[in-house]
């Protein structure tokens, strides 16, 4: 499987001045200029120079994991997706990546139960 970055291109994020603002905890005002970079948003705050922000720290990167998740076809896809996931779990924020542990909890329990359906299904045969 494709590492994360190369299966969500954060070039198609929907990113507004208000959003980097509310994650900086800062005056939109204070932001001078801001440019969404290959692996990282680079914001310029006013009095503090450039600022890096990792996209995995956003929303939209989260939302992106979540639909991957919801769309593994089998627990191997899955399996490997959630690897992925756990390797860049240090740049993910705490509640981000524990809402995405949920949904591969429930993406597996629902995978786990239509394989032993389909396994009763094809015993009856």
């Known amino acids: ?3 994360l970055r190369h299966r969500i291109n954060p070039q198609t994020f929907v990113i507004t001045l208000q959003q ?5 905890k800062i005056n939109p005002k ?3 200029n801001w440019e969404k970079w290959y692996n990282v948003l680079w914001v310029h705050i006013e009095g503090l120079g450039g600022y890096f922000i990792s996209y995995r720290q956003l929303e939209q990167w ?3 994991c979540r639909t ?3 769309f ?3 627990m191997e896809t899955l399996n490997t997706l959630w690897l992925l996931i756990q390797q860049e779990s240090p740049r993910y ?3 981000g990546f524990s809402r995405l542990a949920a949904i591969w909890q429930q993406r597996q329990t629902y995978l786990r139960d239509r394989y032993v359906t ?3 299904s094809w015993h009856t045969r």
């Open 30 to 32: 204070r932001i001078l």
């Open 93 to 95: 924020t705490k509640e």
């Open 118 to 120: 389909m396994r009763k």
């Open 72 to 74: 593994c076809p089998n």
């Open 1 to 3: 499987m494709q590492p």
């Open 68 to 70: 991957l998740i919801r």
């Open 62 to 64: 989260i939302a992106a």
């Open 20 to 24: 980097i603002a509310k994650y900086l």
